[in-house]
């Protein structure tokens, strides 16, 4: 269900188009430039392309109005004359992506708010992949008075000793990086630790 919520989200604008557009050189390529939009933002639903999602989201729900407007304002430049039945499809238009655009603005600013608690883990994503004869034992999460974090016991099936096992994944030291462009504005730093017995792997949030 949310999978087909998100496809429509993501072609909305250019059915909103379809509606209103009334040349077509300037048609087809604003059309054309929405749904290639789309599909993007499609991918960074799936998981295809990895990009902060709530980011893509809103750099979506902002750009495609604009973009409407400016293929609007170059049909107009070519035509002064709307028929009078444009104008409600025009009004209606403005309506449905001012809605949309209200929506996903009130969803960011619950999402920023959510980030603020600091209550929550890196998903598991965060986690470092995992190289050949490297494998995971368990994962969950940890929190304490810092907030929490992604944990992973992680082993060697090729004898590989702890400190070996740190060295093939390249966390010898801490290393963060960005997590979001626009609401999140953390970041995710990702390390391991030799704890005598295992090697952990971890990732949790850093401000």
């Known amino acids: 269900m949310l999978i087909v919520l ?6 909305a604008p250019a059915v909103v188009w379809t509606t209103i557009a009334r040349t077509r050189p300037v048609g087809f390529a604003i059309g054309g430039t929405l749904l290639a939009g789309a599909s993007l933002l499609i991918c960074v ?9 709530p980011d893509a989201h809103l750099v979506f729900t902002i750009l495609a109005p604009l973009l409407i407007a400016c293929g609007a304002g170059l049909e107009g430049r070519n035509d002064n004359s709307p028929p009078p039945e444009w104008i409600p499809r025009r009004n209606g238009a403005i309506g449905f992506l001012g809605m949309q655009f ?4 009130v ?3 619950l999402y920023a708010l959510m980030l603020g608690e600091g209550s929550d883990a890196p ?6 992949s995992l190289p050949p004869g490297i494998s995971t034992v368990n994962e969950g999460t940890s929190c304490g008075s810092g907030g929490c974090w992604r944990v992973a016991t992680v082993r060697s099936g090729d004898g590989l000793s702890r400190p070996e096992i740190i060295r093939e994944l390249g966390l010898q030291r801490e290393s963060c990086h960005s997590s979001g462009w626009l609401l999140d504005w ?11 017995e295992n090697v952990t792997i971890y990732a949790g949030w850093g401000y």
Not at 45 to 53: D, E, K, L, T
């Open 123 to 128: 998903p598991s994503k965060a986690l470092p």
């Open 6 to 11: 998100g496809m429509l989200f993501a072609v």
């Open 45 to 53: 639903q799936q998981g295809w392309i990895h990009v902060p999602r």
């Open 102 to 105: 209200a929506l996903t603005l």
């Open 107 to 109: 969803a960011s600013l």
């Open 186 to 196: 953390r970041d995710v730093c990702v390390g391991a630790r030799d704890n005598g």
